[in-house]
């Protein structure tokens, strides 16, 4: 037996928590716009997944409708699955014109079984050059992962599950230029790179395995939104003053000494006068 007031209740509770699900839940629709590809972009779920491919035609993808000034980024990701060789994955944060800033995360592809490349660069006020790269610790084409930028006033952090894999401090006081004055955008996209990307551009595209594709879910951006020259803050600004603690240092050094397999830090014939001045600080 149920009353008519408890029935009544129960009813407006569902509907209460059914209004904060909605608006806590990520939704591609009203966070991205399709810039490119064709009907190879495509929301679906209600706008719960996202999902690029690329055929031998063309690739396809995404941007976010707004601009963040800080923030902290996080993206589930299940990559392209089976021989994934050729293709990139690209995952990154981007100001426009000349002189931009860009954070990036490139998940570069494979022969089926053989490990992806998770390739991080990072550009302040034009200059790139900053590459690490990465193996991963599970099969990235398995399942989703949560792949992180976090961008403060301190520091960008790159974390793969929570865990941060890359760390590039603040250090103007020495004269190396950070991104903190140009608004950027988040956009991903999935294209054909067979020149460069698998082996160094030794193993090619299978077209016979076309469409690749790529999946997306559980976006969230706690982040300074930019719009009309103003940056307008969500409420829960945790990340903003973020730190590494002792326990994030002590993965990202597991990371980097168990998973890096590249690092322009140490490429010292890439750099012969001297390694950049960040690796040295
Ligand atoms: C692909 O697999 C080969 C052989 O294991 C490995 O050397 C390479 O780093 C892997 N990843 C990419 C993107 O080339
Ligand atoms: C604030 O955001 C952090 C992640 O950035 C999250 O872990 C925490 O639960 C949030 N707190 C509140 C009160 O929403």
Redesign the pocket.
């Known amino acids: 037996m149920v009353s008519l007031a408890s029935a009544r209740s129960t009813l407006f509770m569902s509907l209460v928590m059914a209004i904060l699900l909605v608006s806590s839940a990520a939704n591609f629709y009203n966070d991205f716009d399709i810039t490119w590809g064709d009907g190879r972009a495509r929301i679906l779920n209600n706008g719960n997944l996202l999902t690029l491919s690329l055929d031998k035609t063309s690739g396809s993808g995404v941007q976010t409708k707004n601009e963040y000034l800080f923030g902290k980024i996080d993206l589930q990701i299940k990559l392209v699955p089976g021989n994934s060789a050729g293709t990139v994955t690209a995952y990154y944060l981007s100001s426009q014109g000349p002189n931009h800033d860009e954070i990036d995360f490139e998940f570069?592809?494979?022969?089926s079984g053989?490990?992806?490349?998770v390739h991080t660069n990072l550009y302040s006020q034009g200059t790139g050059n900053r590459e690490q790269q990465f193996y991963m610790w599970f099969d990235p084409t398995k399942d989703f992962h949560t792949y992180s930028i976090l961008w403060n006033p301190q520091h960008i952090v790159f974390s793969v599950d929570g865990i941060p894999i890359r760390e590039f401090k603040n250090l103007e006081s020495r004269g190396i230029p950070y991104p903190k004055g140009q608004p950027m955008r988040l956009y991903s996209s999935l294209w054909n790179a067979d020149d460069w990307?698998?082996?160094g551009g030794l193993?090619k595209t299978d077209w016979t395995q076309a469409p690749f594709t790529a999946s997306f879910r559980n976006f969230n951006a706690n982040a300074c939104i930019w719009a009309s020259g103003k940056s307008s803050c969500n409420s829960n600004m945790t990340w903003y003053l973020d730190e590494l603690d002792s326990t994030s240092q002590n993965k990202l050094k597991w990371v980097q000494k168990n998973y890096m397999?590249y690092n322009y830090c140490t490429d010292t014939k890439r750099f012969p006068q001297g390694l950049p001045p960040e690796c040295t600080a």
Do not use: E, K, S
């Open positions: 570069l592809g494979n022969l053989d490990p992806y490349i990307a698998t082996r193993v397999i």
